[in-house]
């Protein structure tokens, strides 16, 4: 079982950035893939993005193609999530995810979750 712990979530404006970071414990982290999910108020958890266990490979929701970016530090056994250009609807509890593969990561299976952490962006 891999345990998950976000950081990095708050308020920023409209335009604005934040860095998420996930940092991973329990599993080879280098053998795993990791994604970041959201769940707004009120909708079901999406999908964000993914990255491979090597990191040459990255995968995003068309919602955040250009404005995020997924990066990763085998080393320090940690995953980040970089938002740039930030919208109101961005707005959601993020969660980091680890998996076996990119492509059933990337459709939610997994069984270790982060316990997420809060973005809010004001307009």
């Known amino acids: 079982q891999v345990q998950l712990v976000e950081s990095g979530g708050g308020l920023v404006q409209a335009g604005g950035s934040l860095r998420l970071s996930c940092a991973a414990s329990g599993r080879t982290f280098s053998d795993l893939a990791m994604g970041w999910f959201r769940q707004a108020p009120g909708k079901e958890r999406e999908f964000v993005g993914v990255?491979?266990?090597?990191?040459?490979?990255?995968d995003y929701a068309d919602s955040v193609k250009g404005r995020f970016t997924i990066s990763r530090d085998n080393a320090k056994n940690t995953v980040y999530l970089q938002m740039n250009s930030l919208k109101a609807e961005d707005t959601a509890v993020y969660y980091c995810?680890?998996?076996?593969?990119?492509?059933?990561?990337?459709?939610?299976?997994?069984?270790?979750w982060g316990q997420g952490t809060q973005v809010t962006v004001s307009s």
């Open positions: 990255i491979s266990w090597s990191g040459r490979t990255t």
């Open positions: 995810a680890s998996g076996e593969m990119m492509s059933s990561l990337r459709l939610g299976s997994t069984s270790s």
